[in-house]
């Protein structure tokens, strides 16, 4: 079974840099850039992994109502968030959230394909 990722994120670099290593390495990955088509794609795609930026959210800046979301349509989906804040805040908020991985701007693609295996091994 082909796994499916998803890679929502706004910065074009850090979006192209994902798409291109996780397709590398024979996975099926599709990705977008504003929040509404984050929001569809979960909706009518069954994804094993999503990585979020939070910065892609809309939704009055406040990104974790969007994590909210996505776990209510998808309870058991993976979220590796990435974001430029590394405030305690954020942290915290994120640590309840229960996010499988977080990582911050730049990333780092050898990190990115460490975590992405250790969710994968889990699910």
């Known amino acids: 079974m082909q796994r499916r990722i ?9 979006r192209e840099n994902l798409l ?8 099926m990955v599709h990705s977008v850039w504003q929040d509404a088509d984050l929001l569809m794609e979960v909706l009518e795609r069954d994804y094993d992994v999503v990585f979020y930026d939070l910065e892609i959210s809309n939704l009055n800046g406040d990104a ?3 994590i909210k979301i996505l776990r209510r349509i998808r309870p058991k989906l993976s979220l590796i968030v990435i974001s430029n804040d590394s405030s305690k805040e954020v942290g915290g908020k994120i640590l309840q959230e229960g996010i499988t991985y977080y990582a911050l701007k730049p990333i780092n693609l050898h990190a990115m394909t460490e975590a992405l295996s250790m969710v994968l091994k889990q699910n």
Do not use: E, P, T, Y
């Open 6 to 14: 998803l890679v929502a994120c706004r910065d074009d670099k850090c």
């Open 64 to 66: 974790f109502k969007m």
């Open 20 to 27: 291109k290593l996780f397709s590398s390495k024979g996975l």
